[in-house]
């Protein structure tokens, strides 16, 4: 069968790597370079967990993961940094009891912390006297635009093939098949069609209005003090993630200096052929006000500072379904910000149903 993948960040580099895998004809489509970073995919960590409040999220991390373990042992390199995750607030947060309540529903162990046992365990982190932690060691994070190009290059050893700098600019089913127009006038029969496309989805599928809005966030590295700086590696420390409020943060990563530090909330509406405007002193100064809460050995001087964007659904779940009336045609999309641990997973199951 012959198969098109239009979009190769997340989602698309591991369906593209499925297809070829299983013998199909997989031709990988990328409007701009592979592991560009002007989309959703791109960077040094995403978090994985099992600590959502939903139990829903928490079975799928559960099928997600063995997915992940295998493209790691098949490139033959690190992506996975399993380091733990710990939420953090004040001991009635509603949210951080809804994940207590579902890791109890499906069986998951996790520990509760007061200050003085996160301290004296993970000394980089703090909490007030009024809040807790609840830790989960079945969690840490993805090693981003590794995976994804981990995800391409296997995917060219069992023979896809891969056209960057190449825009899709209109799809349309023919009896005869699915023709792909590339924005050199170029047009391609598919027997079927995968869109990742991720925020250009609507663009690319107009007539269809999709409820997406793509949204600008933004995240930055800080330095440590030289000291404390053991305190910082995923020995010593977890992913963390305030309950509520949502900003979150890595350990040290090994490939980047100082420690990241981002906040999950719906950023300004962006339009993704537009230039994101750069990190400001306005996107800093909630990131540094967080540092002083949660990290007492971090220092208000930034490292570096990078966009991405998020695809929002109505809803925060994901896009997984055939084109209405057009079963050759599905579009797969990892959406809101959290959907990254998850794409491996919805790749796999958009594979199978569209070549079932």
């Not at 978090?47 to 790691?72: G, V």
């Not at 990563?253 to 994101?276: C, I, N, S, T, Y």
């Not at 994901?318 to 057009?326: A, G, H, R, T």
Request: glycine fraction near 6%; proline fraction near 7%; charge should be negative.
């Amino acid at each position: 069968m012959r198969v098109a993948v239009v979009g190769l960040g997340a989602v698309g580099g591991a369906a593209l790597r499925f297809l070829a895998q299983q013998g199909h004809e997989a031709v990988g489509y990328e409007q701009f370079i592979r592991g560009h970073t002007r989309g959703s995919s791109h960077g040094e960590s995403r978090i994985y967990r099992l600590t959502y409040a939903d139990p829903h999220y928490t079975r799928l991390m559960r099928e997600a993961f063995p997915l992940w373990q295998a493209l790691q042992a098949e490139a033959g390199e690190e992506l996975i940094v399993p380091c733990g995750v710990l939420w953090l607030g004040d001991a009635d947060d509603p949210e951080l009891n809804a994940i207590a309540h579902a890791l109890q529903s499906e069986s998951v162990p996790y520990e509760w912390l007061d200050s003085a046992s996160l301290t004296a365990r993970f000394p980089a982190l703090c909490i007030e006297a009024h809040e807790r932690a609840l830790f989960q060691r079945e969690g840490g994070f993805l090693r981003a635009s590794a995976c994804v190009l981990a995800n391409l290059r296997l995917a060219e050893t069992h023979g896809a093939a891969i056209h960057e700098q190449t825009r899709i600019m209109r799809i349309d089913p023919q009896p005869s098949g699915v023709w792909l127009e590339t924005d050199s006038g170029a047009r391609e029969r598919f027997d079927r069609v995968l869109l990742t496309a991720g925020a250009w989805l609507p663009k690319l599928l107009p007539s269809l209005s999709l409820p997406l809005t793509v949204t600008r966030q933004t995240y930055a590295y800080f330095a440590v003090r030289p000291d404390a700086e053991p305190r910082f590696a995923p020995e010593r420390m977890p992913v963390w993630i305030e309950a509520t409020r949502h900003f979150y943060g890595f350990p040290s990563d090994g490939r980047q200096a100082g420690v990241k530090v981002a906040w999950h909330r719906l950023g300004e509406v962006q339009d993704p052929d537009a230039p994101a405007h750069p990190v400001d002193e306005a996107d800093l100064a909630p990131l540094r006000a967080c540092l002083a809460r949660r990290l007492p050995d971090a220092l208000p001087e930034t490292l570096a500072t990078a966009t991405c964007l998020y695809t929002n659904t109505p809803d925060e779940r994901f896009i997984l379904q055939p084109l209405p009336d057009e079963p050759r045609v599905w579009l797969v999309s990892a959406c809101s910000g959290h959907g990254f641990k998850f794409s491996i997973l919805n790749a796999w199951r958009a594979v199978q149903h569209l070549t079932a």
